[in-house]
């Protein structure tokens, strides 16, 4: 079982960028998928999750500006970000749990992709 982040870089203020999280091995359409981010220094934060049958919540410092989305026969999961702000400057995880609820806790995720660079300049 395999996660693969993709799509990081480094934006101006304002830009955007669009993550892409493949999965392979298995089908994760029953389960949640979530994206995750990590500045230096700090804990790895819930950001966004979609879960199976399609409830999709956002942290609220990322409301109205990013966008989740999943194609169940893809096996894909994405992160539209919009009007990025500096501190949307991270290391971005996708990740996946056997679990039909929204999960918020990193702990609770069996599955990781290894991470994937977004830096927002000012």
């Known amino acids: 079982v395999q996660l693969q982040a993709s799509g990081g870089g480094l934006v101006q203020a304002g830009g955007s960028l669009r993550l892409s999280c493949a999965a392979s091995?298995?089908?994760?359409?029953?389960?949640?998928m979530s994206w995750f981010r990590q500045a230096p220094g700090n804990k790895r934060n819930w950001v966004a999750g979609?879960?199976?049958?399609?409830?999709?919540q956002y942290t609220d410092s990322v409301e109205g500006r990013f966008t989740i989305s999943r194609d169940n026969a893809k096996n894909t999961l994405h992160l539209q970000m919009s009007s990025l702000k500096p501190e949307d400057t991270a290391v971005y995880y996708c990740?996946?749990?056997?679990?039909?609820?929204?999960?918020?806790?990193?702990?609770?995720?069996?599955?990781w992709g290894q991470g994937t660079q977004v830096t927002v300049s000012s």
């Open positions: 990740a996946s749990s056997r679990s039909p609820r929204m999960l918020y806790s990193s702990t609770l995720y069996e599955y």
């Open positions: 091995g298995r089908s994760f359409s029953g389960h949640i």
């Open positions: 979609v879960t199976s049958g399609g409830n999709i």
